[in-house]
């Protein structure tokens, strides 16, 4: 088994736009929990991860410049992140298909952890 | 883990909005919702890694009060805000209580229902403010179009908005006051679940359900839980009850002579007996006390042909005097049908002063239908399916009307009241 991050990508608007009437709300939030759950029965949830507020700051360059979020210039924020196993990267890849958050016109970035053989 | 509740932000948006706007004032009114939207949004994001909070309601209402703080922070509007706000939103303070949000709710009920706006204006405001309903799921209640919702709405807040503030219930001579017109409200928006116009059996059950529960809001409150609020309680429950065998899963409309009464709700039944029991309380009969009775004497027939149709001509008769209208006429004119035979049904039909208005109604021409279909003159019975046919609304009445139209080649069949 080998280790995979999943990055969940979305813009703000997208987000917000995404989520609709409360009732929308309900259904994406019981497919998102459905989702999780799966991945975890099924024993592929290492970490569920964490949520990531959407704003923040940037520290750049050798002058140390602090600059506020969100970033202009990328078209889409990292909301959060989970550690998965799996057996290599197609079966990641084949797990993120079913992450809602493809629905709302975000991505999910799946990126293997570099092992740390001693 | 904590389950999601059914219909939870549906419900919380209700209950967060009416808050927040008591707090904001109601010129604030989108700020409140915006606030809610903002509160929603961050669920989404957290839940799905933390799973659902012990207490969602606490959740959510402690979110948008940091969020709306937040924006007060850094927004001017923060000026023309209460100079209290701040304090009252301090993250230390505690949380609403359930009673306060009841009360807020109410409050809302009754701004809703403003004398300024139409019957129609109030119940969409309801269902969008109250309800948590987006402009789409209003339209699609409505069977109305996203633009002609949103204008609507969008007048209906204005006017609340010029109100300056929302309808105090402290004072139970005004609440008394505007409780008519808060019963009228209600009873339409469940109508509209119960024989409205939409195609979605899922929709038009949440339009029956969101009226009970506002109706239960009223009943938990000293002056909002009269005679008249519990008869429409009643009237609420024994119709609802009815409605697994009126609307089937396929979304098959099945008038009550049709109705698989093992399918009706007993619970729901039960709750409208108790609720009329209590509804008879006072010297006061309304409309609502007398459709409950009509629909609770329905209730206790096992079979159709075990009903008390006498009973039910004279509860008709009591509504026609009450408040005269020309389908109540038609109603009371298919139950002495019922006692009497089609012959005496259709003389009572053709005796209806205002029976013009009744042209654009589709079953004033079903109900003409079944009577000839009865007495066995199935050439006519026809000709009056095929007319309301043409008025049918949707495709759950259009399918109803069409059997009806084959079964004027087969047999005879027994008629009864659109329920």
Known sequence: MSEFVYLYRSTNEASRAAMGSPEQLQKSMQTWMAWMKQLADQGHIKNPGHPLERTGKLVKGKQRTITDGPYAESKDVIGGYTLIEAKDLAEAVELSKGCPILEGGGLVEVRPVLPMSM | MTELHEHLFRREAGRLVATLTR????????????????????????????????????????????????????????????????????????????ESIRDDQLRMMLSCCHPRLSEAAQVALMLHVLCGFSVDEVAGAFVSTH?????????????????????????????????????????????????GASPEVAVRAELCREALRLTGLLLEHRVGATPATYALAALMCLDAARLPARLDAAGHLNMLAGQDRARWDPDLMAEGQRLLER????PELTEYHLEAAIAAVHGSAPRLEDTNWAQIVSLYEALLALRPSPVVALNRAIAIAQRDGPERGLEEIAAIADRDRLGRYPFYHAALGELELRRGRGAPARGHFAAALALARNPMERQFLEQRMEACDVAPVAVERMG
């Open chain 2, 279 to 282: 509804s008879a309380s006072g």
């Open chain 2, 23 to 98: 707090i904001f004032g109601v010129e604030h009114l989108a700020l409140a919702e915006d606030v809610v939207q903002d509160a929603f949004c961050r669920a989404l994001e957290v839940w799905p890694f933390r799973g659902v909070p012990d207490n969602p309601s606490a959740w959510l209402m402690a979110t948008a009060k940091h969020r709306a703080l937040d924006v007060l922070r850094r927004e001017r509007t923060a000026r023309t805000l209460a100079p209290e706000l701040a304090r009252v939103l301090e993250p230390d303070e505690p949380l609403f209580t359930e």
């Open chain 2, 147 to 195: 633009a002609g919702v949103e204008k609507r709405l969008t007048r209906a807040k204005h006017v609340l908005a010029e109100s300056r503030q929302l309808f105090e219930i402290a004072d139970g001579a005004d609440f008394a006051a505007r409780l008519p017109a808060v019963h009228r409200a209600l009873y339409l928006l469940f109508n509209e679940g119960y024989h």
